[in-house]
């Protein structure tokens, strides 16, 4: 079934879905001014073969099916998933010495499709610039309904680096199990618990 464009990334999983539906293979690239101040992050979203299917259907894209789009039909694409609804942060979370930093509105910088695979990139500007140094940086959907893999390249720019560190999978799997196991049945579709954060890689920076 084609998920609505406007709320693919704000779904909530039923109880029976233990595991994501929607793969999305991420890069990073973290903009550091001279000073040593965070400014931006510019993200890469690079979406499973079947979800890019089910977009095309949604927006009537690839009528040749050969995995490829006109220029016009790019144009109609631009932007598809920086349609967010309110409340939506965009799954992607910084913190500083465990204080969420604000992030601006995505703005599009990239839409490509490469044997029927859409990739995008957008960019987010730090609401208040803050020191690189110890931020932490996660790519995760609270519900675990989109897994996002950081495995599209990391870029630090001055004198700062970033490490990524993988998710425990048996730790957050076990976790999974407990919270099921502590709730009611019948509350599992409408209360699932918000496991998505123990799945992802962490990205922490640290400067000169």
């Known amino acids: 079934m084609a998920l609505p464009i406007a709320t693919a990334f704000s779904l909530v999983p039923v109880g029976a879905n233990a595991h994501p539906h ?10 550091i001014s001279t000073a ?7 993200i890469t979203w690079a979406y499973d073969e079947f979800y890019s299917l089910l977009i095309f259907e949604d927006l009537a894209l690839d009528a040749d099916f050969d995995g490829e789009l006109t220029q016009q039909e790019l144009d109609k694409l631009q932007g598809f998933d920086l349609q967010w ?3 939506y942060e965009g799954d992607s979370y910084l913190t500083s010495n465990g204080v969420k930093l604000a992030l601006g509105a995505g703005e599009h910088l990239l839409t490509e499709v490469s044997n029927g695979q859409i990739t995008t990139r957008h960019r987010r500007e730090l609401a208040q610039p803050v020191s690189a140094d110890g931020v932490v940086f996660r790519a995760y959907d609270p519900t675990y309904y989109t ?6 390249g990391l870029e630090v720019s001055g004198d700062c680096k970033g490490e990524i560190t993988p998710p425990d999978l048996n730790a957050a799997y076990s976790m ?5 196991y502590s709730m009611p049945a019948s509350q599992t579709n409408d ?4 496991v998505g954060e123990a799945f992802a890689d962490v990205v922490r920076l640290s400067c000169e």
């Open 85 to 87: 609804s309110e409340g």
């Open 22 to 31: 929607i793969f999305v293979n991420t890069g990073l690239t973290v903009i």
């Open 147 to 152: 897994a996002y893999t950081l495995n599209q």
């Open 36 to 42: 040593g101040q965070l400014e931006a992050v510019e």
């Open 176 to 180: 999974v199990e407990e919270l099921l």
């Open 191 to 194: 209360a699932y618990p918000e």
